[in-house]
């Protein structure tokens, strides 16, 4: 048996080192150590014999098994080196070629508007304000003129956290961004002009609206101000947002708690082949509300009403991309779905901004 091993031995390793390619690598591995393998079939052959055999013959089939294994990867080894050698020589890389175009990301819609209306006020005179989203019952409603009556306070209107030990509701999520305005007004001394944009959070959802959502309010606290002042801010702004010389705005009688005389915004459009397009007047679409800030809450700010006037506005930030991009439902804003986003999702590198061109 010692010279059937020897022989084995020898014609194994001869094989391996004599095979061509990794198939016929992988041929003699199946053919020695496979389940049907000749050293497999000899590592059986233990089992029926003796102690005093097995004790002969157990290493030497053993040191079989574990030769041709060895040989086996190294011999796979070096095949895979040569093919790899082969390749590098074979192939070339010019330098100098372009890389190949990664998928870039992209800026979403809302991020966008924001990023284009906080341009256009810049140009205007206006700073960024921000604040909390989490709010007390004195910044969201009281300060602003709001009552306890008034239905923006209602369970099923406002987002509350839970009650106080004393039952007192003391804190929720802000449902506009005003309570930026009254912040802006305490801590900073006139003349101010300030936008605040950021989420607000209202229990609605349809089409429309969603009880997550962004908006954008201006404020502007001076001597002497005046609703001309306010018309001619919204015009200029209106219309470099929707790039058109040609918006006309009307201000129609409203009512807000916290303006006095209050208007809402018409924007004007026209109908060609049966769309709507902004400019003219054949038709009216609301945009935005505003009005002149309440004597009230110019005064719940330490600010004295007879010496300091001023104007607010607010719009909702989704709806204006909505309107700009050809947007028609509010959800899509939110449902994450990639394919919407790269329908219209912005060139994080070519953001079209007022600096850099509107609409480029």
């Keep these: 048996m010692t010279s059937d091993l020897d022989q084995l031995r020898s014609d194994l390793l001869a094989s391996i080192d004599a095979a061509a390619g990794l198939d016929a690598v992988e041929a003699i591995r199946v053919s020695a150590l496979g389940k049907a393998g000749s050293v497999t079939g000899l590592l059986k ?8 055999e097995r004790q002969t013959a157990g290493p030497r089939i053993h040191g079989l098994r574990e030769a041709v294994t060895e040989a086996l990867a190294i011999r796979k080894a070096g ?36 990023d284009e209306l906080a341009e256009i006020f810049a140009d205007l005179g206006f700073a960024v ?4 989203e989490i709010e007390d019952d004195w910044h969201n409603f009281t300060a602003l003129n709001i009552p306890e009556s008034h239905p923006a306070r209602a369970m099923h209107d406002t987002f509350y ?11 929720l999520l802000r449902t506009h961004t005003s309570p930026v305005q009254i912040r802006t007004m305490v801590k900073d001394k006139p003349p101010i002009r300030i936008i605040a944009p950021g989420r607000v959070y209202r229990s609605d959802s349809d089409a429309t609206h969603t009880p997550m959502f962004h908006q954008i309010e201006g404020l502007v606290i001076d001597k002497g101000i005046t609703l001309g002042h306010l018309k001619w801010t919204l015009e200029t702004f209106l219309r470099a947002f929707f790039e058109r010389d040609d918006i006309v705005l009307r201000l129609r009688p409203s009512y807000f708690p916290f303006t006095e005389p209050s208007a809402e915004v018409d924007i004007g459009f026209t109908w060609k082949d049966g769309k709507r397009v902004l400019g003219g007047s054949e038709g009216w679409m609301e945009v935005l509300g505003s009005g002149m800030v309440h004597p009230k809450v110019i005064a719940a700010c330490g600010l004295d009403p007879d010496e300091w006037q001023g104007f607010a506005f607010g719009t909702g930030i989704d709806r204006l991309a909505m309107l ?31 600096s850099g061109g509107v609409g480029a």
Excluded: I
């Design 45 to 52: 052959t233990l089992g029926g014999m003796s102690p005093e």
């Design 79 to 114: 095949l895979e080196r040569a093919a790899l050698d082969a390749r590098l020589a074979s192939e070339t890389l010019d330098m100098s070629l372009p890389a190949d175009g990664v998928a870039p990301g992209s800026v979403h819609p809302v991020s966008q508007v924001m």
């Design 161 to 171: 956290f839970p009650p106080e030990a004393d039952g007192t509701q003391k804190h």
């Design 129 to 132: 304000a921000s604040g909390p």
């Design 324 to 354: 700009k991009y050809g947007m028609d439902d509010l959800r899509a804003f939110f449902d994450g779905d990639l394919r919407w986003l790269r329908h219209y999702g912005f060139s994080a590198l070519d953001v079209p901004t007022l």
